[in-house]
């Protein structure tokens, strides 16, 4: 029996498995032959083993790249090769180098905590950009194989009217996302995103938008995706 991602999507969950599959072994960061792909009703597990954070991430996103993958849960390992392991005040200090070459980063506002390498983030900052920036700049440290970014963002007060005006013009803009079809909450600074996109990657692009508006401290993305 054809199971309800088939009759919603037009394709089955064996199907989008060996599509993320052949995403993952044409993707040439990704070393494909230690991970493991499930899928059931749209959702793509992913599991195994791999030899850096920034090859789990990019795993990751290419899942989410395929056509018809609703959701994707990374469970990968990393296991770092013997010459990639490092202490963790190597890795600290790369961190905090890493912050001043960064002009995006107000290396000042940001703490980092490292724990048998795995990168805690914490500190406050003005955008939400230079939150990710942070993240960005770590995750593809040596010998890191974890992040957790607890960096708060904090912006001038906006009316709620402001920011709602100003992401549904982001959107409008935006070639990839269909605005008619999304819907916009504001509650004081908080967004929330209602309607259907065509991709996980058209998902994530109406978040990115929110997040780019001045004032926007909290998204709760409820976009649905329908292939």
Known sequence: MENDAYML????????????????EWEPSIDAAHIGVRVKDGIVTLAGHVSSYAEKRTAEEAAKRVYGVKAVANELDVKLPGSNKRTD????????????????????????????????????????????????????LPGVIGVTNNIVVGSPEVSPTDIKGQIESAFARLAELEARRLRVEVEGNKVILHGRVRSWAEKEEAERAAWM??????????IGVTP
């Open 213 to 222: 508006i001045p004032g926007v401290l909290q998204v709760d993305n409820q």
């Open 89 to 140: 005040e190597d890795i600290a200090a790369d961190a905090v180098r890493a912050f001043k070459w960064n002009l995006f980063i107000p290396a000042d506002k940001i703490k980092v905590v490292v724990t048998d390498g795995w990168v805690t983030l914490e500190g406050q900052v003005r955008w939400r950009f230079q939150r990710n920036a942070a993240e960005r700049a770590v995750q593809n």
């Open 9 to 24: 999507t037009g394709m089955s969950d064996e199907q989008l498995k060996r599509d993320v599959e052949a995403e993952l």
